[in-house]
Nanobody, 124 residues
Framework: QVQLVESGGGLVQAGGSLRLSCAAS????????MGWFRQAPGKEREFVATITLSGGITYYADSVKGRFTISRDNAKDTVYLQMNSLKPEDTAVYYC?????????????????WGQGTQVTVSS
């Protein structure tokens, strides 16, 4: 099993920045691709970003492209989400997810492990 714990969420004004972290423990972290998803009140969970095992390839949702950056440090068993130019519509609970597989995916069912989430609130 892999345990994922997110941190770094909080309240920020529009235009501000936050950096989310996701620390993994348990089985080998560096075994597959990782991703970030988010869920706003009353909405379904949606894809935000994904990163391959090596960190060399990343994909983003159109809504965050150019503002968010996903990265990972396999030596620290941690994946990050740098969020800049935040907008009120970015308000959501952000979830970290891990897969045992190679590649990358924006599909929730391709992920094997999930964190509990961290709240991000962007005020206008």
């Amino acid at each position: 099993q892999v345990q994922l714990v997110e941190s770094g969420g909080g309240l920020v004004q529009a235009g501000g920045s936050l950096r989310l972290s996701c620390a993994a423990s348990g089985r080998t972290f560096s075994s597959g691709f990782m991703g970030w998803f988010r869920q706003a009140p009353g909405k379904e969970r949606e894809f935000v970003a994904t990163i391959t095992l090596s960190g060399g390839i990343t994909y983003y949702a159109d809504s965050v492209k150019g503002r968010f950056t996903i990265s990972r440090d396999n030596a620290k068993d941690t994946v990050y989400l740098q969020m800049n130019s935040l907008k009120p519509e970015d308000t959501a609970v952000y979830y970290c997810a891990a897969s045992r597989r190679f590649g990358a995916s924006f599909v929730m069912r391709d992920y094997d492990y999930w964190g509990q989430g961290t709240q991000v609130t962007v005020s206008s």
